[in-house]
């Protein structure tokens, strides 16, 4: 059978081609789906030497309990397509460079999964409660990671809230007064 020749309709198929395809194509869907769970898992994120230093920091965080791809994959089925797709990526870095440094964009980061409640629409309540988590800090361009960048990746960040100092880098003349 000539494939090329189906598809332009100069043959035809029989029944056992129909079923050979179908059975073909159920199996790449099932490998396809296995493959997209089992490489979700934060455990495969710690078989690579390169992640292994990630996946020992974030074993001894707070979010240890948070699996990787809720952090670094978008939500919903396109998510998943771009994750993997990065992920294939990576794989090819891996194969064929000799030197590979991991690392999220902060835009990577989804935070917000998980915490959308931190953020406060009152700037004036929360700041009188000295909270920082305002809309006002969102609405400048900053992210989550702006202060709490290494939270889950530094074993010497990873447990603690930022310090008066990461504040004073953008309100120094504030915390003068």
């Known amino acids: 059978m000539n494939l090329w020749m189906v598809l332009r309709g100069k043959e035809k198929l029989t029944g056992r081609q129909v079923v050979l395809f179908g059975a073909i ?3 790449l869907l099932i490998s396809a789906g296995w ?3 089992y490489t979700s898992r934060s455990e495969f994120c710690g078989t690579c030497h390169e992640m292994d230093s990630m996946y020992q920091s974030w074993q001894t965080s707070a979010h240890k309990n948070v699996a990787c791809e809720d952090c670094h994959a978008e939500p919903g089925a ?9 992920g294939m990526r990576e794989v090819y870095v891996h194969v064929t460079s000799s030197k590979i440094e991991p690392k999220a964009n902060e835009s990577d980061i989804n935070c917000y999964n998980c915490h959308q409640d931190k953020v406060k629409i009152n700037a004036d309540k929360a700041l009188a409660a000295k909270d920082p988590h ?3 800090h969102f609405d400048d361009g900053m992210t989550c990671v ?3 960048s290494g939270l889950v990746h530094d074993t010497k960040l990873n447990n603690m809230v930022p310090s008066r100092d990461t504040c004073a880098r953008c309100h120094l003349d504030a915390m003068q007064r």
């Open 146 to 148: 702006t202060c709490h």
């Open 134 to 136: 305002t809309v006002k």
């Open 78 to 86: 396109i998510g998943v397509v771009k994750t993997k797709a990065k």
């Open 35 to 37: 493959s997209a769970a």
């Open 25 to 27: 194509i159920v199996f």
